[in-house]
């Protein structure tokens, strides 16, 4: 993903914007499979709309509910955008957010908390029609703190996607997985994204070298 940090007084809700660059699902070549580097290689474009909460107990439904409405309220505000919004309920769409085909690009909702998930924000996530990813990013402000984290797994943080978002029906049509990955030396681990079944690197192009890819209505 590539970022930017937008928050302040007329920043809607949200704290983060950017995007998320992933192969093309559309796309068999051997460049996207390999997750080649060049600018070349099919790119599939998702707008990331973030909101990151340091609170000190664990973060509730609420927090969900209000990033909901934050992308509610950015799509009626893209420019481009001429179409309606529509809630799909049936069976091919139950866990999708279908938009008008002339919204010009899809959209994942990005929550970040240094505190847990509780069980209630976790469900509420997983039933909501637009693409969430939860992501547990707890703080480590000392070598000593990050020694006593990898003997606790669960400090370590955590990255759930609903199913929306990850599952088969959902926006990315079941390509990605987020897995938990152990070192075979001392036994930590951390969480990592995977692409049918290969590790998904950084994958953003070079806007340097490639400008016109980075230009787009925040």
Sequence with gaps: MSLMRVGGKE?????LVGWWWLPDIQDSSE????????????????????????????LGPN?????????????????????GLSM???EDTEHSLIVNSK????????????????????LRAYSSPIPFFLIHLPPIESPMEFSEAKENMNVLGSGICNPALSGTRGLLKGNLEVRWERSLVDGSGRPSLWWKEERLPS???DFPSHPE???APL
């Design 63 to 83: 927090y969900v509910r209000e990033l909901e409405g934050v992308l509610f309220r950015f799509m009626s505000t893209v420019p481009g955008r001429t179409g």
């Design 11 to 15: 920043d809607g809700g949200i704290d």
């Design 103 to 122: 919204f010009p690009f899809p959209l994942v909702a990005l929550l970040i908390s240094e505190s847990a998930f509780t069980k209630s924000t976790l």
């Design 31 to 58: 460049s996207s499979r390999n997750f080649d580097s060049s600018p070349t290689t099919p790119r599939r474009r998702i707008r990331v709309i973030a909101q990151c909460k340091a609170e000190k107990k664990k």
């Design 213 to 215: 890819l980075s230009k």
């Design 88 to 90: 799909g309920h049936d």
């Design 203 to 205: 994958w953003a192009p």
